[in-house]
């Protein structure tokens, strides 16, 4: 068994600017992503039997979306300022499209389709108890980056990765590309 997930990797470009902004977050008790680590996830597939990865890879080979360019831009929290959970960055492009191509490609499968609506974004950090003394300071560094803009990137790949969970955090693994337009 794997634990797999379908994502859009940031370039290093982008990630080198998210240590700037993840430095903000300091100081605040909440879990932040290492830059390396951040991703925008098209779909999460948990715990998949590894005879299945062939038959995932294969369906994702039919994804007909083409490459496009995406806004990386915007910083803000789900489920809500009064109790966040998590701190998301926020991506502006053709997202939807490849989310529901995504979908589709893997309905044959009997994956089931993600109930929530869905948004495109990066998780920068994860919030489990945010004593209400930091909760102050929280909002002005989420009001300061509500706007932030780290510029465009060119999707052009789509990659199904493997999670591995240690106790030093999670360690991904590429196991399949999909270079879009390719059909």
């Known amino acids: ?36 680590l951040i991703h925008i996830t098209l779909k999460f597939l948990g715990e998949v039997s590894d005879d299945m ?15 496009f360019n995406a806004n990386i831009k915007g910083v803000g929290v789900f489920s809500n300022l009064r109790s966040p959970r998590v701190v998301w960055l926020g991506a502006e492009g053709n997202f939807k499209k490849l989310h529901e191509e995504v979908e589709t490609s893997l309905s044959k499968l009997r994956f089931d389709k993600d ?11 994860r919030i489990k108890f945010m004593p209400k003394e930091q909760m102050k300071g929280l909002l002005y560094v989420l009001d300061k980056l509500k706007d932030v803009d780290l510029g465009e990137i060119r999707v052009d790949k789509v990659l199904l990765k493997k999670s591995t969970l240690t106790p030093d955090g999670p360690v991904y693994e590429t196991i399949h590309e999909v270079l879009l337009g390719q059909k």
């Not at 109930?115 to 950090?125: C, I």
């Open 1 to 36: 068994m794997s634990r797999l997930f379908i994502a859009v990797d940031l370039p290093s470009s982008i990630r080198r600017e998210l240590i700037d902004v993840l430095s903000l977050f300091e100081g605040f008790k909440l879990k932040i992503v290492s830059p390396e």
């Open 53 to 67: 990865v062939p038959d995932i890879a294969s369906s994702l080979d039919g994804i007909e979306c083409m490459p």
């Open 115 to 125: 109930k929530r609506e869905f948004a495109a974004h990066a998780t920068l950090a």
